[in-house]
């Protein structure tokens, strides 16, 4: 990583595309505040206090049909929700999902996102090659596999926001699909996720490549199952419990070093678990990206470059 090339980079980002993004807010979606959807605003600084958040995210809501929800911005992010994404959930879920996209602005996410994004466009002149093509499909396909990581890690601070896990199980359940929760049986809904991580087929391994390979966000069953999980796990009790790290007292290389171990356990445990004939090659990919991330930045903090917590 060139040394001051984030900096450059969010800086050049944030005065055209973020700027932009904002005045299209400003102009065609409805800013949350105290007396415009003043339910949503005060989730809004909940979340904020629960995450610890200083500058409380702007948050909108813009008409749109689609249940959806995003954060932008690298300076200063705001999120904006669809219409259909407040009409759809009740006061939980979108307690569930603000502190989802704060999750993001927690972590960084925007400005690595773009960061990564605008090396990818550096490669799209050498497309036209064979070997340059395969390439980029593959640094497409890892980040889109950062991405649906960061989905899940996102879901998470959500959760943390209402500490309700019946709460952010019915809200995936209306974004998979339903359209009453109450018409769902929940043990057969994620019965579905143990039966899609399952199977000895390498057809169907492959088909699994295939339909997620430039997907931003996890399959809505599995992201379902995924989360409950985390919910029944020690580190979440931990965490309710007060025990986990403080920002103002670990250093940003301590962070990213316990990210990349934390990243090849992820991997790890998740294949470790699975029947799919593949997913042993998955870990040893997974164990080697983050141990070759580890060694670039081991290579590199000399120069002052912390890259962003993901």
Not at 156 to 180: E, N, T
Not at 186 to 201: H, K, N, V
């Amino acid at each position: 990583m060139v040394p001051g090339f984030a900096d450059v980079l969010k800086t050049m980002a944030g005065f055209f595309h973020e700027r932009g993004e904002r005045l299209m807010a400003l102009g065609s979606a409805i800013r949350v505040g105290p007396t415009q959807y003043p339910e949503l605003d005060r989730l809004r600084n909940e979340c904020a206090e629960v995450l610890d958040i200083d500058r409380v995210p702007t948050v909108f809501v813009a008409r749109g049909a689609e249940p959806s929800a995003m954060t932008i911005g690298m300076d200063e992010p705001f999120i904006v929700l669809s219409t259909g994404l407040v009409e759809l959930l009740d006061h939980d879920g979108l307690r569930f999902v603000l502190g989802h996209e704060m999750g993001h602005v927690l972590s960084g996410h925007a400005a690595y996102r773009t960061m990564l994004l605008r090396l990818v466009e550096l490669q799209l002149s050498m497309s036209w090659m064979p070997v340059s093509a395969l390439g980029l499909r593959a640094v497409i396909a890892a980040l889109s596999e950062w991405f649906r990581k960061a989905e899940l890690s996102c879901d998470r601070a959500g959760l943390l926001c209402g500490q309700d896990p019946q709460a952010a199980l019915r809200a995936h359940v209306l974004l998979a699909g339903g359209v009453d929760p109450a018409q769902v049986d929940i043990p057969a809904f994620l019965q579905q996720a143990t039966e899609y991580a399952s199977g000895e087929d390498i057809r169907d391994s492959l088909l699994k490549l295939r339909n997620i390979e430039l997907m931003s966000h996890p399959l809505a069953v599995v992201r379902a199952a995924e989360l409950q999980k985390w919910a029944a796990s020690a580190d979440y009790r931990d965490i309710l419990a007060g025990d986990y790290p403080r920002r103002d007292t670990d250093e940003p290389q301590a962070n990213w070093s316990s990210d990349v171990k934390s990243a090849a356990k992820s991997y790890k445990d998740s294949f470790t678990a699975s029947t799919d004939p593949l997913a042993k090659v998955f870990a040893d990919v997974g164990e080697a990206v983050s141990g070759a991330a580890g060694k670039v930045w081991t290579r590199v903090k000399g120069n002052g470059d912390a890259p962003p917590s993901a």
